[in-house]
């Protein structure tokens, strides 16, 4: 089976703190995603990676960083937290070929206070 | 654009009785299409997809989906509910410009009631 984790399940941070969420999987994928979540918005894409050391913004990239220097690790970057990034973070990855969809993992829900 | 529409944010639907929850898609060309589950606190499981063939897919948990071209729509079924399906449902389409990036729509809440 196919495992993605991530290093907290709930997050609480003050406002402007920097704030790291870690995403680890075991299948050897090239492609890795972080998503937010929030009620009434589904799914959005904030970054994703192809490979080692690559990276493309999403759809909402702004206040968003991310570092991949490892294959099988995607981390998402809050420079500096605000309440408006309160919200549900889900990693994913996949295979490069395009009938792989995605996996993901069980998600982080971070509070900015 | 790529772009998903489920129109129902929530549905109630008693338990032993039949489930569609409905999915509408923009694509420019043949779309892969996947359903996603989520149950509350949890991450997304995938149900099913469709890459081509057989516009009839068959799923976990009993689920099944039918691929409407003519529609753009990936309506997902069940014949008979059980109180464990009660979560939230994704529809999303791909690929995207890389790989399998995918868009998803806004979810359909469903709920069972006994």
């Known amino acids: 089976d196919v495992k993605v984790t991530q290093s907290s399940r709930y997050l609480v941070k003050r406002t402007g703190e920097k704030v790291f969420l870690e995403c680890v999987q075991d299948m050897d994928h090239e492609n890795m995603f972080w998503y937010r979540q929030d009620p009434g918005l589904g799914l959005r894409l904030i970054y994703f990676s192809y490979d080692v050391k690559m990276k493309e913004k999403g759809d909402i990239p702004e206040g968003y960083s991310v570092s991949r220097e490892k294959k099988e690790r995607f981390s998402l970057i809050l420079e500096s937290a605000s309440t408006n990034q309160t919200s549900m973070y889900l990693c994913?990855?996949?295979?490069?070929?395009?009938?792989?969809?995605?996996?993901f993992g069980p998600g982080t829900r971070l509070t900015v206070t | 654009a790529q772009s998903v529409t489920q129109p129902d944010i929530h549905i109630t639907v008693s338990e032993g009785a039949s489930l569609e929850l409905r999915c509408n898609y923009s694509?420019?060309?043949?779309?892969?299409l996947f359903w996603y589950v989520q149950s509350p606190g949890q991450g997304l499981q995938l149900l099913l997809k469709y890459f081509s063939g057989d516009t009839l897919v068959q799923g976990i948990k009993g689920f099944e989906a039918e691929f409407k071209r003519s529609q753009s729509s990936f309506n997902l079924r069940k014949p008979s509910v059980h109180w464990s399906d009660a979560a939230e449902y994704f529809c999303?389409?791909?690929?995207?410009?890389?790989?399998?990036?995918?868009?998803f729509g806004a979810g359909t809440i469903l709920r069972v009631k006994s």
């Open positions: 999303a389409v791909g690929p995207g410009r890389h790989g399998n990036k995918l868009v």
């Open positions: 994913a990855s996949g295979p490069s070929l395009d009938r792989g969809g995605q996996y």
């Open positions: 694509y420019g060309a043949t779309p892969y």
